[in-house]
C-alpha cells in the first residue's frame, strides 16, 4: 500500500487548475476557472473549477468533485492508480507501507509481467508493421478485414512470425526470466523444450483501464489446422478472464458521455466499430458475462445494450448473465442483428450512420424477450410454461434496488398480461424469490442489514404517513447543513473554551439525532480525527479522503451553486454584517451606541462584529434539534392514537407535554414561533 506520507505529499503538491487543465481548456472568471465540461457535451462553458476550494463543479450535467476524483473519474482510474499518476506528474518517490513476504512476492511478479507484456506487444507491433512477413500475413489479413493502420495503431496489433522461437530468441538476449515468460504465455513448453506459443497468429493485446497490458488474444490465420482458432493468455497474478472486457481502456471515455456501453463478442467486432467512429463498445470475448465485468461497466454508465447475432446462438449468448446484469442494477437491452451478420460484417456493410439507426431502432427489453423466446419454445405445454412464469418471475426478483422498486412492478404488470395469469398470484411468487435470497442473506450478513433486505419483498407501502415521511426527507437536509457546517467552519474557535467542531458534538448525541448514514460516518470521522490529530483535521481531509463515499459527500455539502462577486463582498457583505450585529446586541445597547456621541464606539463595534458563521452553526444545530423533537411529537402522537391502557396513556400524554416543552424552550432561544 501507498504509505500516508507519499499520501500527504502529493496532496500538499496538488493543484486542481493545474491538474484539471492538463484535460479541459480552462478561462479565469472572477475567482474562479471555467471551460468546457469533459463529463458531457456542450457549447457553452458551465464546468466550474474554484482553486481555493479545491472542488471543480458543472452546473450541466451536476459532477462534481476534487482533483483526485476528476483523475479517477475522467481515467477511470482506481484510487491507488490515481495516487501513482499524481505522484508521476510531481515526481515523488512512492513510498509502501509494509507487506509480508507473499505480498511483495505477489507485487514483483505481477510488475515483472507487465515489463513482459509490454515488451512482447512492441515485439509483435514490431513483427507486424517493419519486416516482410509480417506484412504479407499479419498486415494483409487485417486490411482484407477493412482495418485502417491508425487503428492498428490504435490498438496496438501485431503478429507472431511463424519462427516458433522468435519472441523466445529476443526475450533471452534482453535476459527475461523464462519462467515468468511461461506465467505469461508467451512461451510454452513441449517435450522439455521452450517455444513460443501464438507462432503464426495475429495479436490482440488487451489492456487494462490505464492503458497496460495484461495479456494477449492470438488468432490463427491457417485453416487447415485443428488447432484452436483463438489462443489466450492463461490466467496469472495479473490476467484473470472474468474480470476483463476487451476495449475498455479506449472506450471508457465515449460510454461515459454517451451513457451506453455496447456489448460485443470479439475483438474483430471492437475494432471495426471504433474505426466506423462507434467507441462506446467492448467485447465480452465470447464468455458468459461475471459480476465482475458487469461492475466494470457500471464504472462508465448504467445503460447496457447487447449486440449479437441474430440466429439462435446468438439469442442463447445474449440471455447468458442475464439475471447478474438485472441484480447488478443494470438497465438491459439486447439488439439482433440480422441473419448472418454480426457487429463487424454489419458496420462495413451499411456504414455508422445506419449502423447505428439500426441499434437505436431495435432494442428490446431482455426480460420481455426473454419471455417472448420462452413462449415459443414452451408452445402449449402447461409443464414448460410453469418453468417459464418461475424462470421469469426470478429474473424479476433481481432487480432488487429499492430506486427500481416501480420497475420490478411495472415488469410484473407487463409480463402477467403476456402470461395471461394474475397479476398478484405473479407478485407472490417474485416475493417468494426475493424472501428466499433475503433467507440466505441472512445467514451471512448482520442481522441490522438482512432487516435493510427484508422489506423489499413487502407489499411496496410505505411505513410512515405522508406527513412523517415528509418529515423524515426534510431532516436528511438538516442533518447535512450541520456537516457541512462542521467542515465548512469546524476548525474556527467557538469561545475562548472550545472549537466551532467542540461545540458541534457536544450538542449532538449523534447516535440519536443523526440518521443519515453518510453523514453520521463523516462526523464519527471527524470525531475521532480530532481526538486522534486534531492539527489535519479541516474539510481538505475529507474531500481528499480516502473513502469515496466520504469524499463524495464532502464535495456535495462544500459546493454552492454560485460563485460571489467582487461586488458582492464589498458592498453587500459590509451590509450583511451590520445586521448581523443587530442580533446580537440587546436593542437597547444598540440605541445607545446609535446616539451621535457614541457614533465612535458603534463604528468600533460594527467592525469587530461576530463572525456571521457562528450564528449559522447555532441556528443549524438548534434546527435539527428542533427537527427532532417535531418527529418525536408527531411519533408520539401516532402512539396516542392506538389503543392503551390508563397507564400508558397517562406517560404517553406527559411525554407529549416534555416534548412540546421542549420545543417551546428551543424555539423561543432561536426567536421562532410555535403554533399550538
Same mark, same amino acid.
Given at each position: 500500500m501507498i504509505s500516508q506520507n507519499t499520501i500527504q505529499e502529493i496532496l500538499n503538491r496538488i493543484d486542481i487548475v493545474e491538474i484539471i487543465g492538463d484535460f479541459v481548456k480552462l478561462k479565469k472568471r472572477g475567482s474562479n476557472h471555467i471551460g468546457l465540461c469533459p463529463f458531457h457535451n456542450e457549447r457553452t462553458p458551465s464546468f466550474t473549477v474554484s482553486q481555493s476550494k479545491e472542488l471543480y463543479k458543472c452546473f450541466g450535467c451536476g459532477r462534481s468533485g476534487n482533483a483526485i476524483s476528476f483523475i479517477m473519474e475522467h481515467e477511470k482510474y482506481s484510487y491507488p492508480e490515481t495516487l501513482k499518476w499524481l505522484a508521476a506528474k510531481y515526481n515523488i518517490e512512492i513510498e509502501e507501507t509494509y507487506q509480508s513476504e507473499e505480498q511483495k512476492q505477489t507485487q514483483l511478479t505481477a510488475d515483472s509481467l507487465f515489463i513482459i507484456n509490454s515488451f512482447a506487444q512492441e515485439f509483435f507491433s514490431r513483427q507486424l508493421l517493419d519486416t516482410p512477413e509480417g506484412q504479407e500475413v499479419g498486415l494483409s489479413y487485417f486490411k482484407e478485414r477493412?482495418?485502417?493502420?491508425?487503428?492498428?495503431?490504435?490498438?496496438?496489433?501485431?503478429?507472431?512470425?511463424?519462427?516458433?522461437?522468435?519472441?523466445?530468441?529476443?526475450?533471452?538476449?534482453?535476459?527475461?526470466?523464462?519462467?515468468?515468460?511461461?506465467?505469461?504465455?508467451?512461451?510454452?513448453?513441449?517435450?522439455?523444450?521452450?517455444?513460443?506459443?501464438?507462432?503464426?497468429?495475429?495479436?490482440?493485446?488487451?489492456?487494462?483501464?490505464?492503458?497496460?497490458?495484461?495479456?494477449?488474444?492470438?488468432?490463427?490465420?491457417?485453416?487447415?489446422?485443428?488447432?484452436?482458432?483463438?489462443?489466450?493468455?492463461?490466467?496469472?497474478?495479473?490476467?484473470?478472464?472474468?474480470?476483463?472486457?476487451?476495449?475498455?481502456?479506449?472506450?471508457?471515455?465515449?460510454?461515459?458521455?454517451?451513457?451506453?456501453?455496447?456489448?460485443?463478442?470479439?475483438?474483430?467486432?471492437?475494432?471495426?466499430?471504433?474505426? #466506423?467512429? *462507434?467507441?462506446?463498445?467492448?467485447? &465480452? !470475448?465470447?464468455? @458468459? +458475462?461475471?459480476?465482475?465485468?458487469? /461492475?466494470?461497466?457500471?464504472?462508465?454508465?448504467?445503460?447496457?445494450?447487447?449486440?449479437?447475432?441474430?440466429?439462435?446462438?446468438?439469442?442463447?449468448?445474449?440471455?447468458?448473465?442475464?439475471?447478474?446484469?438485472?441484480?447488478?442494477?443494470?438497465?438491459?437491452?439486447?439488439?439482433?442483428?440480422?441473419?448472418?451478420?454480426?457487429?463487424?460484417?454489419?458496420?462495413?456493410?451499411?456504414?455508422?450512420?445506419?449502423?447505428?439507426?439500426?441499434?437505436?431502432?431495435?432494442?428490446?427489453?431482455?426480460?420481455?424477450?426473454?419471455?417472448?423466446?420462452?413462449?415459443?419454445?414452451?408452445?402449449?405445454?402447461?409443464?414448460?410454461?410453469?418453468?417459464?412464469?418461475?424462470?421469469?418471475?426470478?429474473?424479476?426478483?433481481?432487480?432488487?434496488?429499492?430506486?427500481?422498486?416501480?420497475?420490478?412492478?411495472?415488469?410484473?404488470?407487463?409480463? #402477467?398480461? *403476456?402470461?395471461?395469469?394474475?397479476? &398478484? !398470484?405473479?407478485? @407472490? +411468487?417474485?416475493?417468494?424469490?426475493? /424472501?428466499?435470497?433475503?433467507?440466505?442473506?441472512?445467514?451471512?450478513?448482520?442481522?441490522?442489514?438482512?432487516?435493510?433486505?427484508?422489506?423489499?419483498a413487502g407489499d411496496g407501502k410505505q411505513n410512515y404517513d405522508d406527513a412523517t415521511f415528509s418529515l423524515l426527507f426534510r431532516d436528511d437536509l438538516q442533518e447535512k447543513e450541520v456537516a457541512k457546517m462542521l467542515l465548512e467552519y469546524g476548525t474556527r474557535q467557538w469561545d475562548d473554551k472550545m472549537l466551532v467542531a467542540e461545540y458541534i458534538l457536544h450538542e449532538l448525541v449523534e447516535e440519536e439525532l443523526i440518521d443519515n448514514k453518510a453523514v453520521l460516518q463523516?462526523?464519527?470521522?471527524y470525531k475521532k480525527q480530532l481526538e486522534d490529530n486534531p492539527q489535519s483535521i479541516g474539510s481538505n481531509y475529507f474531500i481528499y479522503h480516502e473513502n469515496p463515499q466520504l469524499s463524495a459527500l464532502a464535495v456535495s455539502l462544500l459546493n454552492v451553486p454560485y460563485v460571489e462577486s467582487e461586488y458582492w463582498k464589498k458592498e453587500i457583505n459590509a451590509f450583511a454584517d451590520y445586521n448581523a450585529s443587530l442580533f446580537q446586541k440587546p436593542y437597547k445597547e444598540f440605541i445607545e451606541l446609535t446616539k451621535k456621541e457614541n457614533r465612535d464606539e458603534l463604528n468600533k463595534y460594527l467592525k469587530s462584529a461576530e463572525d456571521k458563521s457562528l450564528i449559522a452553526v447555532q441556528s443549524a444545530v438548534n434546527y435539527l434539534k428542533l427537527r427532532k423533537i417535531k418527529r418525536l411529537i408527531l411519533e408520539n402522537q401516532a402512539d396516542l392514537e392506538k389503543p392503551h391502557n390508563a397507564e400508558e396513556l397517562h406517560v404517553l400524554h406527559e411525554m407529549h407535554k416534555s416534548l412540546k416543552k421542549m420545543e417551546i424552550d428551543l424555539a423561543k432561544e432561536m426567536g421562532t414561533v410555535i403554533i399550538k
Open positions: 477493412g482495418f485502417r493502420e491508425e487503428v492498428i495503431r490504435k490498438f496496438q496489433l501485431g503478429y507472431a512470425p511463424e519462427q516458433n522461437d522468435a519472441l523466445l530468441q529476443e526475450a533471452l538476449a534482453k535476459k527475461y526470466n523464462t519462467e515468468l515468460l511461461l506465467k505469461s504465455g508467451l512461451l510454452t513448453q513441449r517435450n522439455q523444450q521452450l517455444r513460443d506459443n501464438y507462432s503464426g497468429r495475429v495479436i490482440f493485446p488487451i489492456h487494462n483501464q490505464s492503458g497496460k497490458v495484461l495479456g494477449f488474444g492470438a488468432r490463427i490465420l491457417k485453416t487447415n489446422t485443428k488447432a484452436p482458432k483463438y489462443i489466450n493468455t492463461p490466467e496469472n497474478e495479473i490476467y484473470v478472464k472474468s474480470k476483463l472486457l476487451y476495449g475498455t481502456f479506449l472506450a471508457r471515455q465515449a460510454i461515459d458521455k454517451a451513457d451506453e456501453c455496447l456489448l460485443v463478442e470479439g475483438y474483430t467486432d471492437v475494432v471495426s466499430l471504433h474505426q #466506423a467512429g *462507434i467507441e462506446n463498445v467492448v467485447a &465480452s !470475448g465470447g464468455t @458468459a +458475462l461475471t459480476s465482475d465485468q458487469l /461492475r466494470l461497466v457500471r464504472k462508465y454508465s448504467n445503460n447496457l445494450t447487447i449486440l449479437y447475432d441474430g440466429d439462435a446462438a446468438g439469442v442463447k449468448a445474449a440471455l447468458r448473465g442475464l439475471n447478474i446484469a438485472l441484480e447488478e442494477g443494470l438497465n438491459v437491452k439486447l439488439v439482433l442483428l440480422p441473419e448472418n451478420e454480426d457487429p463487424d460484417s454489419y458496420v462495413n456493410k451499411v456504414g455508422a450512420a445506419a449502423f447505428s439507426d439500426y441499434v437505436k431502432s431495435h432494442k428490446k427489453d431482455i426480460i420481455l424477450f426473454q419471455l417472448e423466446v420462452s413462449m415459443k419454445e414452451a408452445g402449449q405445454d402447461a409443464t414448460k410454461k410453469s418453468e417459464v412464469i418461475n424462470r421469469i418471475a426470478e429474473s424479476i426478483s433481481k432487480i432488487n434496488k429499492v430506486e427500481d422498486f416501480t420497475k420490478q412492478q411495472d415488469y410484473i404488470h407487463q409480463c #402477467a398480461e *403476456i402470461l395471461k395469469i394474475d397479476e &398478484s !398470484g405473479l407478485h @407472490a +411468487l417474485v416475493n417468494k424469490f426475493i /424472501r428466499e435470497k433475503v433467507i440466505v442473506e441472512q445467514r451471512r450478513i448482520p442481522a441490522e442489514e438482512a432487516q435493510q433486505t427484508a422489506p423489499q463523516l462526523i464519527q470521522v
